[in-house]
């Protein structure tokens, strides 16, 4: 119940079209929706978060789409460039401090 | 400003060894947490700090894992007779807030450990 199913595991978009990562969750606790961003050697970065209580977010050119009866949620990175190429990791939080990540999907753009 | 910067950035140890890990939040921040990445992997859950309290250390693998944070700001993971499947990248992160406040956790580089 803990855990947080990604997919998919890997992707390939071409420059300029849209990405899609999905998410689905089981513990109806979660009460924040993170998205990271993590390149090679790196530590994760924070993306875009959403709370449950909205079905839409965005920022920029990546948007996160929330299902709370379908407990699932999904990141669209629209006009996908080179150098959105990394792994990205869906997380849900519950409790206040406690995350936990799904398995990460790793995006390349090719040019 | 400084981020969460993390020592040392690899880590080699023959199996049955200790090893300590450093990790330097950003200043002022409240919250602590550490993480364990396997290879290929989103990171778990291993411990969280409120300044110097540990509040949840229910992530923690075994025994032979212990966290502290004394003063309420730099932090060592130490992993004692390390064994092959504590090779992993050891990431720290650190928030400003605590609780449910904590909501963007800023990453360090990780230390990959990596046991012989």
């Known amino acids: 119940q803990q855990q947080v199913k990604q997919s998919p595991q890997s992707l390939i978009v071409q420059k300029g079209g849209i990405s899609i990562i999905n998410c689905a969750y089981e513990n109806t606790a979660f009460d924040y929706f993170p998205w990271y961003q993590q390149f090679p050697g790196k530590g994760p970065a924070l993306l875009i978060a959403i709370r449950p209580d909205v079905s839409e977010k965005k920022e920029g050119r990546f948007t996160i789409s929330f299902n709370k009866s379908a407990k699932q949620f999904s990141l669209h990175i629209m006009d996908s460039q080179p150098g959105d190429s990394a792994t990205y990791f869906c997380?849900?939080?519950?409790?206040?401090?406690?995350?936990?990540f799904g398995a990460g999907t790793r995006l390349f753009v090719k040019a | 400003g400084a981020g969460v910067s993390q020592s040392p950035r690899y880590k080699v140890a023959k199996r049955g060894q200790d090893v300590a890990l450093r990790c330097d939040p950003i200043?002022?921040?409240?919250?602590l947490f550490w993480y364990q990445q396997a290879l290929g992997q989103g990171p778990e859950f291993l411990t969280y700090f409120q300044n110097e309290a540990q509040l949840d250390k229910s992530g923690l693998p075994s025994d032979r894992f212990f966290a502290e944070r004394p003063e309420g700001s730099v932090s060592t993971l130490k992993i004692q007779r390390t064994q092959q499947e504590d090779s992993a990248v050891y990431l720290c992160?650190?928030?400003?807030?605590?609780?449910?406040?904590?909501?963007?956790?800023?990453f360090g580089p990780g230390t990959r450990l990596l046991v012989l």
């Open positions: 200043s002022g921040h409240v919250s």
């Open positions: 992160a650190s928030s400003l807030m605590a609780g449910w406040n904590s909501e963007t956790q800023y």
């Open positions: 997380a849900a939080r519950s409790g206040g401090f406690k995350t936990i």
